[in-house]
């Protein structure tokens, strides 16, 4: 089992900055490929950024790029995904979530999911 907390979800104004965190704990962090997606009230649960386990290869949702970047620390089993130039419509729940397999992340086949943290942009 993977356990994933997230936290630094709030509320920013349009143009702003986040920077959202999730710590692992259980099996061995590093082992993983990470992704953070994100739902909005009444959408479905959409792909934001994936890493692999070694940091060196990421994927972005188009809407996305050049905006947010996601990285790791595996020696504080954490994954990051800061996010600049916020928009109204980045407004979602964000989600942290884990496979063993990087492609596994990016089409959404997830082995496990943290409990979400709220990200808020007004405009």
């Not at 104004?13 to 692992?24: D, E, H, N, T, Y």
């Not at 009444?42 to 947010?68: C, L, P």
């Not at 620390?73 to 995904?81: E, Q, R």
């Not at 990087?102 to 943290?117: D, F, K, N, R």
């Amino acid at each position: 089992q993977v356990q994933l907390v997230e936290s630094g979800g709030g509320l920013v104004q349009a143009g702003g900055s986040l920077r959202l965190s999730c710590a692992a704990s259980g099996r061995t962090f590093s082992r993983y490929a990470m992704g953070w997606f994100r739902q909005a009230p009444g959408q479905e649960r959409d792909f934001v950024a994936a890493i692999n386990w070694s940091g060196d290869s990421t994927h972005y949702f188009d809407s996305v790029k050049g905006r947010f970047t996601i990285s790791r620390d595996n020696a504080k089993s954490t994954v990051y995904l800061q996010m600049n130039s916020l928009k109204p419509e980045d407004t979602a729940v964000y989600y942290c979530a884990a496979d063993l397999t990087y492609g596994a992340v990016v089409v959404g086949e997830i082995s496990y999911w943290g409990q979400g943290t709220q990200v808020t942009v007004s405009s």
